[in-house]
């Protein structure tokens, strides 16, 4: 039978993340590190409010509009407001999403032809760059400075920038460093995007976890000059534990929503109405989960570091910042960060993420998602230590 696979598809890998995450679920008994689940239920008045839709909305069966219910746009427009003293048009600038991977995936199809540049941060966001690569872009690696806590390094950033370049990527707090990149760093690259015509594209998971740093978190797009060169996509999964619901919300200059919804549409026709419902739950039920979910992962933070230190031998490590990822380089021997999360995964039974996934900087690093329970951390760091003591 002749090839009837698609080459682009063909070569590329399924993201090391979920290919860790399955290869643990066959160990027996291994505790995983690997994936950015939190271990958090979906708060409760957001699990009512969709019970009562279930109960008394003749239409929650049905699609929306393909941008979403009005009420959620308007919401999100609001919190938006609140965040960043910006005001935004529900109509104009906001649609909801499946979650921020298929608002990403969304919108990189709306920017790239075939061949254009995607500046993302190395290490960055593993799916991003599978997610250009299968538009027929190129993600164009802008490495991370180790040694400065994994800041941005702005001097490099003119000398990636090519006529092919059509939007920077940005994740802040970062996954897999747990950064979080200053405003003044932040203005900067909107400068330099404002100047050569670019967008900045800010995927946004975790702004709520930003533990003792929270006055360093900023949003680019409360900068009122730069509205028609940022994208902002927020995600309910992280913040509102509502990773299976799929939702999110991207506020966009009008020229990119009018064709961002164009693929929307022929790709999802919208976001499941149900978790809109809950979304809309999410935005103006009352908020306390939210400093909760931060209470228990800023505890977990510690825990994990704490246990980090407890190692000098094996890992070396940048305190994160936010997110809840921590992602240290490897001291102990070994071959490179695949080799070494392959034994760790056989040999100890713990899995991480090879830091290779997360581009060329990631070498010889590993990611450690710590959203999990306080007794994981503490089992698979007791696992890691009998293995190299
Ligand atoms: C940077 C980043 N973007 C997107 C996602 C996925 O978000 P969603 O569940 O909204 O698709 C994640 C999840 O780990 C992430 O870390």
Redesign the pocket.
């Known amino acids: 039978m002749k090839n009837l696979t698609s080459d682009s598809v063909a070569g590329i890998a399924v993201s090391a993340i979920k290919a860790m995450a399955m290869r643990a679920a066959k160990v027996e008994g291994a505790v995983s590190l690997t994936w950015?689940l939190p271990s958090f239920r979906t708060p409760e008045g957001i699990r009512r409010a969709v019970e009562r839709a279930l109960d008394n909305d003749p239409d929650i069966g049905k699609y929306t509009l393909p941008d979403g219910l009005r009420e959620l746009r308007g919401a999100a427009a609001e919190t938006h407001r609140a965040a960043t003293g910006v005001a935004v048009d529900p109509d104009r600038n906001i649609t909801i999403a499946a979650?921020?991977?298929?608002?990403?995936a969304t919108l990189l199809r709306s920017l790239i032809d075939a061949g254009d540049e995607i500046v993302v941060t190395d290490p960055g966001?593993a799916?991003h760059f599978i997610q250009i690569g299968l538009c027929g872009g190129r993600p164009v690696f802008w490495r991370l400075d180790e040694t400065r806590g994994w800041a941005l390094d702005l001097e490099a950033l003119p000398g990636l920038l090519t006529d092919r370049t059509k939007a920077i990527l940005l994740?802040t707090p970062s996954?897999p460093t747990g950064r979080i990149f200053t405003e003044a760093e932040l203005r900067e690259v909107g400068r330099i995007a404002a100047e050569r015509g670019l967008v900045v594209i800010l995927?946004d998971?975790?702004c709520h976890f930003t533990y003792e740093n929270r006055d360093r978190y900023f949003n680019l797009s409360s900068v009122p000059e730069l509205a028609d060169h940022v994208a902002y996509l927020f995600?309910?999964?992280?913040c509102h534990a509502m990773?299976g619901w799929?939702?999110?919300y991207a506020v966009l200059p009008e020229w990119l929503k009018r064709e961002v919804l164009k693929v929307h549409d022929a790709t999802m026709i919208c976001a499941p109405r149900i978790s809109q419902i809950a979304g809309l739950a999410a935005l103006s039920g009352e908020q306390a989960h939210l400093g909760a979910f931060e209470d228990r992962l800023a505890k977990r933070r510690e825990l994990i570091c704490a246990r980090l230190d407890a190692l000098p031998h094996v890992f070396d490590y940048v305190k994160p910042e936010g997110a809840y990822y921590v992602f240290p380089r490897i001291v102990a021997e070994h071959m490179d960060s695949y080799e070494f999360a392959i034994r760790l995964l056989e040999e100890a039974r713990v899995a991480v993420t090879p830091g290779s996934a997360f581009g060329p900087t990631g070498e010889h690093h590993v990611r450690m998602a710590f959203c999990v329970e306080e007794e994981a951390i503490e089992t698979a760091f007791d696992r890691i230590e009998a293995y190299f003591n």
Do not use: A, Q
């Open positions: 950015g979650g921020n991977m298929e608002g990403i966001f799916s994740v996954n995927d998971p975790y995600t309910f999964s992280k990773s799929r939702l999110g």
